[in-house]
T-cell receptor, first 112, second 114 residues
Framework: GNSVTQMEGPVTLSEEAFLTINCTYT??????LFWYVQYPGEGLQLLLK?????DKGSNKGFEATYRKETTSFHLEKGSVQVSDSAVYFC???????????FGKGTKLSVKP | NAGVTQTPKFRILKIGQSMTLQCTQD?????MYWYRQDPGMGLKLIYY???????DKGEVPNGYNVSRSTTEDFPLRLELAAPSQTSVYFC?????????????FGPGTRLTVL
């Protein structure tokens, strides 16, 4: 079946460090891929998405590239800030009528 | 514009009690969803609705019921609470199909069943 695997957290970084959160997926066909972010005390928000192979999603300095050959959608940011501290969820959906399949989430803490 | 609101924020139930988790959205979205998030796990879909009067089961519907009498409201009912239902519950809405439209999430309800 369809599934998403994320790197285990928590991840602790110093401000201005480089961030990578790994995400790999299992799905037949060509799913759409998403990163959602959950700030403390809030609901999930869509951070970025990619709908086909080699697409790059980007938002707020975060980027992720849809890699069909490695079935991956790793999240990166060149210089994290304290305000980026949150839980990040990778997710996929197959087709327009499917439902979102989420990874377990990765907690990021950024220290000043 | 409040988006998606959920009440209560926290609740403790005893085994066998019942309760309703409320969810309201003010974006006139047709699609609404209920997810649960267990500790260390991703979100799993419980039920969803594509419009008033229409609901369908998701991945983990057992022990829950829903109704959708209006576009704005999508309450989730637990009839006989069990410890396995201890979780954080998120409601979400979208303007269209999940694969085509962004889902907007509420802040969640943390439920503990003892």
């Amino acid at each position: 079946g369809n599934s998403v695997t994320q790197m285990e957290g928590p991840v602790t970084l110093s401000e201005e460090a480089f961030l990578t959160i790994n995400c790999t997926y299992t799905a037949t066909g060509y799913p759409s891929l998403f990163w959602y972010v959950q700030y403390p005390g809030e609901g999930l928000q869509l951070l970025l998405k990619a709908t086909k192979a080699d697409d790059k999603g980007s938002n707020k300095g975060f980027e992720a590239t849809y890699r069909k050959e490695t079935t991956s959608f790793h999240l990166e940011k060149g210089s994290v800030q304290v305000s980026d501290s949150a839980v990040y969820f990778c997710a996929l959906i197959r087709g327009s009528q499917g439902n979102l399949i989420f990874g377990k989430g990765t907690k990021l803490s950024v220290k000043p | 514009n409040a988006g998606v609101t959920q009440t209560p924020k926290f609740r403790i139930l005893k085994i066998g009690q019942s309760m309703t988790l409320q969810c309201t959205q003010d974006m006139n979205h047709n699609y609404m969803y209920w997810y649960r998030q267990d500790p260390g796990m991703g979100l799993k879909l419980i039920y969803y609705s594509v419009g008033a009067g229409i609901t369908d089961k998701g991945e983990v519907p057992n022990g829950y019921n829903v109704s959708r009498s209006t576009t704005e409201d999508f309450p989730l009912r637990l009839e006989l609470a069990a410890p396995s239902q201890t979780s954080v519950y998120f409601c979400a809405s979208s303007s269209g199909l999940a694969g085509l439209s962004e889902q907007f999430f509420g802040p969640g309800t943390r439920l503990t069943v003892l």
